[in-house]
């Protein structure tokens, strides 16, 4: 029995690496073709995402899903989704919008939970900063990411409830890895991020804000107020909500 002991050390030492448990998981593994999106309805709600935020072309006008389209240091993931808007992406209103949402049962608006996701530009159909572009945002916009808006347009800003608490010039090529870090109890939120394989940091304390959530109006996408034909594109991964304490790790 004695010579037992150091081996259940070991594990137990194993098994309290820091991560919290996932209560939605948006990894496009899930979709074999970008067609899959469109199996989604308020009918019939199968997949990770509901998917009815987007103008009248096809649906592969809009989403394609690639290898290279992720981050490259998400190893679960193999996978990542390149999310277009132009002049016919506009819906119930002259906004361009290409918008996913979690399609979960799970309550994602209680306690302490995390919202990750990693977002890039390339360059290439780059997203116009002429124009307020809202990016991972929520209906009341208690937490969100803008660009095209000051007091930096050219930067991509965290806001809370429309004032900026943290911002970077958006490189192109450079994966941008995030949490928002929302206390629903205490009604705060904070901000993570790192880029490429860096593990997350926070980079804002948590801030007082109107925290809520129907647990359907997280917008994973991009909603522009400009109404510009040139076409922008943007690459998405790493896309999940857990509870605490946060995964900081990027792979
Ligand atoms: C925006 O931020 C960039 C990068 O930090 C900086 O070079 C530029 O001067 C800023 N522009 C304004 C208007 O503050
Ligand atoms: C969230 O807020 C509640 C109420 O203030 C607090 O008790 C709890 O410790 C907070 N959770 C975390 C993980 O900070």
Redesign the pocket.
Known sequence: MMHLLPLLCLFTSIAVVRAGTKLWSGSFNAYAAVTDFDKWSWSTPVGEYQWYIHGAQPTSHYLSLGSSFKNPAIKSESKGLKLTIDSTATWNSNMERTELIPQTTANLGT??LFYHFSLMQNGVNKPNSAGEHQIFFFESHFTELKYGVGPNTTNLQWMVTGQPKWSTPWTAGTWFNFAYDI?F??K?VGLWTSTGSSPLKKVVN?VAASTSTNSEDWHVGVLSLLNAPAPEDYYISGVYIEN??ITTTIS
Do not use: D, E, R
């Open positions: 306690a302490n206390n109890t205490a705060t948590n605490g304490p």
